[in-house]
């Protein structure tokens, strides 16, 4: 059930509809826009008549919601979330992102060269691994606490966010001093609890598709995390797997389009793990970029043959420095902009 209040509804008539809906049995969420107030209903509540909110006072407009992504459908943020940071970046506005940096951390050379580098390019974000989700248990699987403070420090001294990925519960609170934003990975969309948990946290999520997730299983579980009150959640299309093998994964840019027509959340795009190679990153970057999303997210290495993970998909910092000024040509046309 989604409730939109008038531009000038007063508190008392919000709290109206709130205990109104309470009663019923909803869970209430609220979103103030820049227009108006939206509440939305979520829950099995008893039967109820869209009419007796329709002529309760300060109500503009209210219906059912069909989808069954509730809280992560448009509908419940038409205007489109902008996630805000300290720094003054903002995603979701009228910036497109960039996030940078190698898949894992690997040393405290490694990641304040990779910092240095992709800030000079124009990256607001360094991401790097610290816990690494690897196919195989013998692979590298991450320097876990020391890279997230090799992390945070890097980030400091070049005026950089961080991105680094969370894989488990446990790991949530080793985290929270370090970064700016938690990654959910592909192969951690639908760990529920996880999500659930991630639900409670206020930092904002980067939730990347699974590897075989349709759209609808994404905003799914985008819907897990809003559903615990933690609105501030970005989608990421990194590719995914189909029958093609002369890439890594298939990278869906038409996702990018149809999230953004469904959801109101950003929608970032990954072409590293999307192609899986070094020469097609930036064809599907420029793409994404055309495409409308929100942000990149994009591995670079200070010497991607030497990296210990995903070398093969990694740029250059020069060939990221030559990338990002043609994004910026791109992003003019379809008005947006890059710093
Ligand atoms: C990564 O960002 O390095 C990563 C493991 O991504 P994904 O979860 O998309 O495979
Ligand atoms: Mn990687």
Redesign the pocket.
Known sequence: MIVAMEQKATEEQIDNVIEKLVDLGFNVHRTTGVVQTILAGVGTPSSFEVADFEVMSGVEKAHRISSPYKLAGRDFRPEGTVIHFANGVTIGGKEVVMMAGP??VESREQIFKSAELVKAAGAQFL?G?AF??RSSPYSFQGMGLEALKLLREAGDKFGLLITS?VMEISQIDVMLPYIDVF?V???NMQNFNLLRELGQVRKPILL?RGIAATIEELLLSAEYILAGGNYEVML?E?GIRTFETYTRNTMDISAIPVVQKLSHLPMIA?PS?GTGRRDKVAPMARASVAAGCDGL?I?VHPNPDKAM??GAQSLSPEQFAKLVPELRIIATAVGRTIA
Do not use: F, L, T, Y
């Open positions: 898949c894992s991401r691994g690494k989700p990925e990654q990975g592909a192969r990347k990421c990194r990954d793990h997210i591995e993970s995903d």
